[in-house]
């Protein structure tokens, strides 16, 4: 029998969040990850928790052409995914790119490689 091993995370902080969703950062993970006003941080349901994360500047929006599309149609239709996954799934797949997620549906599709 194999012993899994789980490190329990203890929070940095506690936040309150006011009546209109907002909440504060507090001052020394600011710093700490260079949030100023105007940086952009992603939020991720991970279905069992809300993370709060930086996002990379070192990104590049891709256009979707004609053949993301074609490929975003058939992969909706083969792997019965939303239009937004789908469009994920044929991006990478166009760009042969790894898709990485902690969607466990992504998995399922056979075209592409995820992390």
Request: net charge negative; proline share 3%.
């Amino acid at each position: 029998m194999e012993t899994e091993v789980v490190e329990k995370q203890v929070p940095e902080a506690e936040v309150v969040v006011t009546k209109i969703g907002q909440t504060t950062i507090p001052v020394k993970l600011r710093r700490k990850y260079k949030i100023e006003e105007g940086t952009k941080l992603a939020v991720i349901d991970t279905k069992e928790s809300i993370l709060v994360a930086t996002m990379k500047e070192d990104f590049q929006v891709i256009s979707v052409d004609d053949k993301i599309a074609q490929a975003s149609a058939e992969l909706r239709h083969k792997n019965n995914l939303s239009i937004g996954d789908s469009m994920i799934a044929a991006t990478a797949l166009m760009l042969k790119a790894v898709c990485n997620t902690n969607d466990p549906h992504f998995r399922q599709i056979k075209e592409i490689e995820t992390t």
